[in-house]
């Protein structure tokens, strides 16, 4: 398989599945983080690796004898020379998305950790080609069967666990600074994607990537404080499932990697410590017995962007927007230029500029994203 973004908590997490199952890594694709990447080498011997920069290839231990690519164009090449046919795309922001077109141009299949393929760039991927390792995804995945065409249903529902100012004062919220945002009350997580948490941004990104996966404007979000609850789906015949599970990414990983190989699920049951008869859980059993579960609506007056849900729907192009311009308006948020409240205008304000533009290739989302970025950073200057 090829890991691009190992460096990242997916990344490190995929090779301690591949590791457990004893699954061969070809490459292994990091930006910046070259300590870890000899690490990895030593323990998983690639073919080859992908750094952001030239200057570092000296930094790579010298017992590592393989192929060396650089940059974005590396990506593109490496992806392009593999003999593996699955790519773990979990490369941060809109960097992942050609990847992922290259990929299944080049007839491979991509677990797909990176949001912003989809949300950017959903109408031209060939959805068959894409197996999610969102939690949210995977559990939706999981309880209808992982069919192409699964039993009718009438709703899907992936939850949210609210981020760092779910039980803030409503006057204390705007005003925080990235220094809060980032207290998550569940678990560590990279930063943007812990603020995206907090303005609920991240659950609109896995509403328009349920959208494109599963073919249905039929999705909603609720809190679910526990995290155990990852999705639920309601059938035709009013019966509602929900998938429980440890909030551990080692578990979708897992089955994206067995089925994006072509394993049978079984593969995956075997796994057995030298002490053991039965197999060993890929992640802990869940403790539900003494949790109390309770599930809320998602509140726009705390969470003023979960107000564009309809309109993302009614017009998922508008994801481009979405995402483009909250990466800037985070970036500033995290370098303490903006106040937490101003996220979420400056978003709204771009969405609203660009709510009529289109593309028809890729040529053209690249075009689009730039024109809104621009945008978005001349309004940050009048903040």
Same mark, same amino acid.
């Given at each position: 398989?090829?890991?691009?973004?190992?460096?990242?908590?997916?990344?490190?997490?995929?090779?301690?599945?591949?590791?457990?199952?004893?699954?061969?890594?070809?490459?292994?694709?990091?930006?910046?983080?070259?300590?870890?990447?000899?690490?990895?080498?030593?323990?998983?011997?690639?073919?080859?690796?992908?750094?952001?920069?030239?200057?570092?290839?000296?930094?790579?231990?010298?017992?590592?004898?393989?192929?060396?690519?650089?940059?974005?164009?590396?990506?593109?090449?490496?992806?392009?020379?593999?003999?593996?046919?699955?790519?773990?795309?979990?490369?941060?922001?809109?960097?992942?998305?050609?990847?992922?077109?290259?990929?299944?141009?080049?007839?491979?299949?991509?677990?797909?950790?990176?949001?912003?393929?989809?949300?950017?760039?959903?109408?031209?991927?060939?959805?068959?080609?894409?197996?999610?390792?969102?939690?949210?995804?995977? *559990?939706?995945?999981?309880?209808?069967?992982?069919?192409?065409?699964?039993?009718?249903?009438?709703?899907?529902?992936?939850?949210? *666990?609210?981020?760092?100012?779910?039980?803030?004062?409503?006057?204390?919220?705007?005003?925080?600074?990235?220094?809060?945002?980032?207290?998550?009350?569940?678990?560590?997580?990279?930063?943007?994607?812990?603020?995206?948490?907090?303005?609920?941004?991240?659950?609109?990104?896995?509403?328009?990537?349920?959208?494109?996966?599963?073919?249905?404007?039929?999705?909603?979000?609720?809190?679910?404080?526990?995290?155990?609850?990852?999705?639920?789906?309601?059938?035709?015949?009013?019966?509602?499932?929900?998938?429980?599970?440890?909030?551990?990414?080692?578990?979708?990983?897992?089955?994206?990697?067995?089925?994006?190989?072509?394993?049978?699920? *079984?593969?995956?049951?075997?796994?057995?410590?030298?002490?053991?008869?039965?197999?060993?859980?890929?992640?802990?059993?869940?403790?539900?017995?003494?949790?109390?579960?309770?599930?809320?609506?998602?509140?726009?007056?705390?969470?003023?962007?979960?107000?564009?849900?309809?309109?993302?729907?009614?017009?998922?192009?508008?994801?481009?927007?979405?995402?483009?311009?909250?990466?800037?308006?985070?970036?500033?948020?995290?370098?303490?230029?903006?106040?937490?409240?101003?996220?979420?205008?400056?978003?709204?304000? *771009?969405?609203?500029?660009?709510?009529?533009?289109?593309?028809?290739?890729?040529?053209?989302?690249?075009?689009?994203?730039?024109?809104?970025?621009?945008?978005?950073?001349?309004?940050?200057?009048?903040?």
């Amino acid at each position: 398989m090829i890991i691009l973004g190992s460096s990242g908590s997916i990344g490190v997490n995929a090779l301690e599945i591949a590791k457990r199952f004893k699954l061969e890594v070809e490459i292994l694709g990091v930006g910046n983080n070259i300590s870890l990447l000899n690490q990895q080498i030593l323990e998983h011997f690639p073919k080859a690796v992908i750094i952001a920069q030239e200057q570092d290839i000296s930094k790579i231990t010298p017992k590592f004898q393989g192929e060396i690519y650089i940059g974005k164009k590396g990506i593109l090449q490496a992806i392009k020379n593999a003999k593996s046919k699955l790519v773990i795309n979990a490369l941060s922001g809109f960097l992942g998305l050609e990847p992922t077109l290259y990929a299944i141009e080049c007839d491979k299949f991509v677990a797909l950790a990176n949001k912003e393929s989809l949300v950017t760039g959903g109408e031209f991927i060939d959805i068959s080609k894409i197996i999610p390792i969102d939690s949210e995804h995977f *559990s939706l995945n999981y309880l209808l069967g992982f069919h192409s065409l699964p039993r009718p249903f009438r709703n899907l529902y992936i939850t949210a *666990s609210g981020g760092a100012f779910r039980d803030m004062d409503l006057n204390a919220i705007p005003s925080q600074n990235a220094a809060s945002a980032l207290k998550h009350p569940n678990w560590q997580m990279g930063k943007k994607i812990t603020i995206d948490s907090a303005t609920m941004v991240n659950k609109l990104f896995e509403i328009l990537e349920a959208y494109w996966l599963f073919g249905s404007k039929n999705i909603d979000a609720i809190l679910e404080r526990n995290s155990h609850i990852h999705a639920l789906v309601e059938f035709w015949d009013g019966s509602v499932v929900a998938h429980f599970a440890s909030a551990n990414m080692q578990l979708p990983i897992a089955y994206a990697i067995c089925l994006g190989l072509g394993l049978p699920e *079984s593969f995956l049951y075997q796994f057995t410590d030298s002490n053991q008869s039965m197999p060993k859980p890929i992640v802990a059993q869940l403790n539900f017995q003494d949790k109390v579960y309770h599930l809320q609506p998602i509140e726009i007056s705390r969470y003023p962007l979960w107000n564009l849900k309809t309109a993302l729907l009614d017009n998922p192009k508008l994801g481009l927007a979405l995402n483009a311009a909250n990466e800037i308006a985070v970036e500033a948020f995290l370098q303490d230029s903006i106040p937490f409240g101003a996220i979420a205008p400056i978003v709204q304000d *771009s969405m609203q500029t660009f709510k009529q533009s289109t593309f028809k290739n890729k040529e053209e989302i690249f075009a689009l994203d730039k024109e809104i970025r621009d945008y978005t950073l001349r309004k940050l200057q009048s903040v």
